[in-house]
């Protein structure tokens, strides 16, 4: 196991590991449109279907950046631009809008996870979830808190739709995610088992 990962404090599950240094920013060679200083512009908006190229394209730069790392959270199949295509004809796709930049991208879906019944753990709650697959950030738009904007706006997306629990699962090795879920509130409750594409750890958040 890597060095760099230690126990989560308020896991139930002490014996799971997780990183807890700061995660890296990637602020060298920014178009400045993704700063901080443009945040407040940000349209957090469902995805149309003419944007599917321009969603695919960003997408497929975070993957790639995710493979030169050695992380193993996507692959290069997965998410496959049929599956950004079906995100978006099932108007589960939104997205962080800067003027026509896209900045985050993420699959909102009501109780869209079938794997979820079968947690290698316990959930906090059975009742009806959001769960956001896919979220992905701009590779030079990162260390602006943009994916934490995104949650945030998913937050207020399932106040609104009277949904009160949001679930994610992530890679072990996902260090950015997993330290995000654990500031956002985010509770691990165990694993998820997704077959050839390996284990996720399990995070669920209960909105007040």
């Not at 985050?104 to 769960?131: D, F, K, L, S």
Request: hydrophobic share 35%; charged share 25%; glycine share 6%.
């Amino acid at each position: 196991m890597p060095k760099y990962l230690t126990a989560l404090s308020h896991s139930p599950y002490p014996t799971m590991l997780f990183p807890t240094q700061k995660p890296p920013c990637f602020k060298k060679n920014v178009n400045f449109a993704y700063t901080t200083e443009k945040v407040r512009t940000m349209q957090f908006r469902k995805v149309t279907e003419d944007e599917a190229d321009k969603c695919y394209e960003m997408i497929d730069l975070v993957r790639n950046k995710m493979i030169a790392d050695g992380r193993h959270q996507w692959t290069a199949s997965y998410p496959s631009r049929e599956t950004v295509e079906n995100d978006i004809r099932q108007q589960n796709a939104w997205v962080l809008d800067n003027h026509g930049h896209i900045i985050a991208y993420g699959a909102c879906i009501v109780n869209g996870e079938p794997e979820y019944a079968h947690i290698i753990g316990r959930w906090q709650t059975q009742q009806t979830y959001m769960v956001v697959h896919r979220l992905a950030v701009a590779v030079d738009a990162r260390g602006f808190g943009h994916g934490k904007q995104f949650l945030r706006e998913t937050e207020k997306l399932c106040r609104a739709m009277n949904i009160h629990s949001i679930k994610v699962d992530t890679n072990y090795d996902n260090r950015e995610m997993i330290n995000l879920l654990s500031r956002l509130g985010y509770v691990i409750c165990g694993q998820i088992d997704y077959g050839e594409r390996g284990r996720r750890f399990a995070f669920e958040k209960v909105l007040a």
